[in-house]
Antibody
Framework: QVQLVESGGGVVQPGGSLTLSCAASRFSFSSYGMHWVRQAPGRGLEWVAFIRYDGSNKYYTDSVKGRFTISRDNSKNTLSLQMNNLRAEDTAVYYC????????????????WGQGTLVTVSS | EIVLTQSPATLSLSPGERATLSCRASQSVSSYLAWYQQKPGQAPRLLIYDASNRAIGVPARFSGSGSGTDFTLTISSLEPEDFAVYYCQQRSNWPLTFGGGTKVEIK
């Protein structure tokens, strides 16, 4: 079955940077759009970013525009999230998730999800 | 941004009882609505998509209904493993948004 494994989380100071990775396997990675979704401790879910299957378009929630960059390497089945100028409110578990439909031009449903990686922004 | 409001925030029920969860959108999302289940310490799991379609492997006791702005997730008879938090999500407009969640707890 589909496997998504996130890595790269940790503790970072406000204003710092971090890059998250998501290793995908057991499906045709290059055929599916991918998402990042986050969940602050004890809070609900927040969609962060989406990248189309071929990397041609990227979408972000307003609070991360200009600070976060989603990217993918279809030759390595890897999704990334470069996070710059981090703020305390970015503290969360970050999940990567596969889009439900193949070759979708826009974001749809998240299925499945990885287990997440925790990012803590604190001095 | 489309705001999804879930109610109630908490639902206290006993195993075997019927659970009815509501999700209301601030504007029409047509049938572009999904439901997810999240258990403590786990990633969310897709249950229902396009308002009423069960995802693969989801038991038949889970059903979704609605369109436009009002949606319902029904669990016909609660099993012990169904006590969890449930989120709705829309894909009608960017940004993709989630409701605040409904916690189904054991009474």
């Amino acid at each position: 079955q589909v496997q998504l494994v996130e890595s790269g989380g940790g503790v970072v100071q406000p204003g710092g940077s971090l890059t998250l990775s998501c290793a995908a396997s057991r499906f045709s990675f290059s055929s599916y759009g991918m998402h990042w979704v986050r969940q602050a401790p004890g809070r609900g879910l927040e969609w962060v970013a989406f990248i189309r299957y071929d990397g041609s378009n990227k979408y972000y929630t307003d609070s991360v525009k200009g600070r976060f960059t989603i990217s993918r390497d279809n030759s390595k089945n890897t999704l990334s999230l470069q996070m710059n100028n981090l703020r305390a409110e970015d503290t969360a578990v970050y999940y990567c998730a596969k889009d439900f439909y193949s070759a979708a031009l826009q974001g749809n449903w998240f299925d499945p999800w990885g287990q997440g990686t925790l990012v803590t922004v604190s001095s | 941004e489309i705001v999804l409001t879930q109610s109630p925030a908490t639902l206290s029920l006993s195993p075997g009882e019927r659970a009815t969860l509501s999700c209301r959108a601030s504007q029409s999302v047509s049938s572009y609505l999904a439901w997810y289940q999240q258990k403590p310490g786990q990633a969310p799991r897709l249950l229902i998509y396009d308002a009423s379609n069960r995802a693969i492997g989801v038991p038949a006791r889970f059903s979704g209904s609605g369109s436009g702005t009002d949606f319902t997730l029904t669990i016909s008879s609660l099993e012990p493993e169904d006590f969890a938090v449930y989120y709705c999500q829309q894909r009608s407009n960017w940004p993709l948004t989630f409701g605040g969640g409904t916690k189904v707890e054991i009474k």
